[in-house]
C-alpha cells in the first residue's frame, strides 16, 4: 500500500498535516500512533500464539493394560 505512495505523497501527507494539526501537535500524534501500534502488535503476537498452542497435539500419557 505505501509502496504506491512514493516520496512526494508522503511529503505532501506530511505537509498537509502540518498544516492541520501544528507543529506542537504533530509529537503527540505520532507518539500516539507509535503506542497504538505497539499495542496492536502485541495483541496481534499473544493471539497468534494462544492459535498455535491450541493447535498442538496433546500428549496426554497413555495407560498401557498389562
Do not use: C, H, R
Not at 19 to 47: C, H, M, N, R, Y
Amino acid at each position: 500500500m505505501l509502496a504506491t505512495i512514493g516520496i512526494p505523497g508522503l511529503i505532501l501527507i506530511l505537509i498537509i498535516a502540518l498544516v492541520i494539526f501544528g507543529p506542537k501537535k504533530l509529537p503527540e500524534i505520532g507518539k500516539a500512533t507509535g503506542q497504538t501500534l505497539k499495542e496492536f502488535k502485541s495483541a496481534a503476537d499473544d493471539l497468534t500464539k494462544e492459535e498455535v498452542e491450541d493447535n498442538k497435539p496433546q500428549t496426554d500419557k497413555v495407560e498401557k493394560n498389562t
